[in-house]
């Protein structure tokens, strides 16, 4: 037997132990008004456990609480299994004019929606989760646990955005780190499409790296204002707003890197084509190693929970 988290012991054995002794050697108020002989006598005895004896039972239970924490399991050794699906790595803009509202209700709000359709529709593939706008950050690694992936995506609201302008080169770059060795390596951007003033040198630069990009372009032509962290119009030096509009030059990424570009829709047909032309290059299944083991928190938990139920019961005592 092994626990999956034996650091559990480290960081809450002594803190338990601690507590232990200060029950144990606490004394309650009437213990410190009366001498223990008066007090044994004022007592009236009716439960069927005496004060040692039930915190015992409570001590003992606590310690099996702990170890249940730690996921007590039996290894059974492992296991290969093969699932056929694509590795790609979705990217959210965060940059300022994600703010903008000409597709409801924003275009931050929107883009998050579309990637939560597109992992609820890759049950079998692997994805990883960044943010970027002038610099590039990981939200989370590669995993094939989707509920945990939507969880974090649903975390980054507005305090996430980057006023400043988006840099496209940064999550490039962090891609080629992710998927190191990999031969494919898919990038998926969520984005307006900013302000892209070099495409070819960002071609030139996924070339270098073998990724492949794919792009959900997100706004309408028609354009909005964008809005700054109080919800109010942005402008600049001169009083001027600040307009901004979906940036379809960005394409020419996804064209030239043999990526798939399509703009956001309300329908799930654009994640469906972004996620059908990524399959189209898995020719074979990927082999995963699983662990295979026996779980056996459940027994001590179940006994703590017993042993709980004993200590703070109170039934009366039989009298002869």
Do not use: C, W
């Amino acid at each position: 037997m092994s626990f999956v988290y034996p650091y559990v012991f480290l960081f809450f054995l002594v803190p338990l132990l601690v507590f232990i002794y200060l029950i144990m050697t606490n004394k309650s108020k009437l213990d410190r008004i009366f001498e223990d002989d008066l007090l044994e006598r004022l007592k009236v005895e009716k439960g069927f456990m005496s004060k040692k004896v039930r915190e015992f039972i409570f001590f003992t239970a606590l310690i099996l609480m702990l170890v249940a924490l730690a996921r007590p399991v039996i290894y059974k050794g492992e296991r290969e299994a093969k699932i056929a699906g694509a590795s790609f790595f979705v990217a959210l803009d965060i940059s300022g004019s994600m703010r903008s509202k000409d597709i409801y209700p924003n275009r931050l709000i929107f883009a998050k929606q579309k990637i939560i359709e597109l992992l609820k529709d890759a049950p079998a593939d692997e994805v990883a989760l960044g943010a970027f706008s002038k610099q590039a950050f990981i939200i989370t690694p590669l995993s094939y646990d989707k509920a945990t992936l939507i969880e974090m995506i649903q975390g980054v609201d507005t305090s996430y955005i980057n006023q400043s302008s988006t840099d496209f080169s940064s999550i490039v770059e962090l891609s080629d780190e992710i998927f190191k060795k990999d031969t494919k390596k898919n990038l998926v951007l969520f984005t307006d499409g900013g302000d892209v003033s070099d495409v070819n040198a960002l071609v030139s630069l996924a070339k270098e790296k073998d990724v492949t990009i794919s792009i959900v372009l997100i706004g309408t032509q028609k354009g909005a204002p964008v809005l700054d962290s109080r919800g109010e119009i942005y402008r600049d030096k001169d009083g001027s707003m600040i307009f901004s509009y979906a940036n379809k030059d960005i394409f020419a990424l996804a064209q030239k890197t043999g990526g798939m570009a399509v703009e956001a829709s309300y329908s799930k047909s654009d994640v469906d084509a972004v996620l059908n032309h990524m399959r189209e290059g898995e020719k074979s299944a990927k082999s995963i190693i699983l662990k295979d083991q026996r779980e056996l928190f459940y027994y001590p938990l179940g006994l703590a929970i017993l042993l709980l139920l004993i200590s703070f019961s109170s039934l009366p005592r039989r009298r002869l």
